[in-house]
């Protein structure tokens, strides 16, 4: 690293030749880089999302979907998930009080 000795002025014209004057840099707007000349939309619909993604990167979605799918499927024979969904698992019972059985049908 420089040690630059001067006076302010002569250290700042210093660093403007160096580097370039530092107001211009950070006065100027910063541009958005797109890859390929991509245009980013207003909105994102699945028509732009069909036509911009790689075609990979959707695979990788459906795969993590049906990874996902497979594990919940998986985990619902799990003993300890069974008891802690029981409340939400349970269905009334054709066979309670409330409605009638095929025999109790049949016998009126």
Same mark, same amino acid.
């Given at each position: 690293?420089?040690?630059?000795?001067?006076? *302010?002025?002569?250290?700042?014209?210093?660093?403007?030749? #160096?580097?370039?004057? /530092?107001?211009?840099? $950070?006065?100027?707007? *910063?541009?958005?880089?797109?890859?390929?000349? /991509?245009?980013? *939309?207003?909105?994102?619909?699945?028509?732009?999302?069909?036509?911009?993604? *790689?075609?990979? /990167?959707?695979?990788? $979605?459906?795969?993590?979907? &049906?990874?996902?799918?497979?594990?919940?499927?998986?985990?619902?024979?799990?003993?300890?998930?069974? #008891?802690?969904? =029981?409340?939400?698992?349970?269905?009334?019972? &054709?066979?309670?009080?409330?409605?009638?059985? =095929?025999?109790? $049908?049949?016998? #009126?």
């Amino acid at each position: 690293m420089k040690i630059i000795e001067g006076t *302010p002025e002569e250290i700042r014209d210093y660093e403007n030749k #160096e580097h370039g004057d /530092l107001k211009e840099f $950070l006065n100027t707007e *910063p541009k958005m880089a797109t890859a390929a000349g /991509l245009e980013y *939309p207003d909105k994102v619909t699945f028509k732009w999302l069909k036509e911009h993604v *790689p075609i990979g /990167l959707w695979f990788s $979605l459906l795969a993590l979907l &049906a990874t996902l799918y497979i594990a919940g499927v998986q985990s619902s024979k799990i003993s300890l998930v069974q #008891e802690i969904f =029981e409340v939400c698992m349970c269905a009334p019972e &054709a066979n309670s009080e409330e409605s009638p059985n =095929e025999e109790q $049908l049949g016998s #009126e």
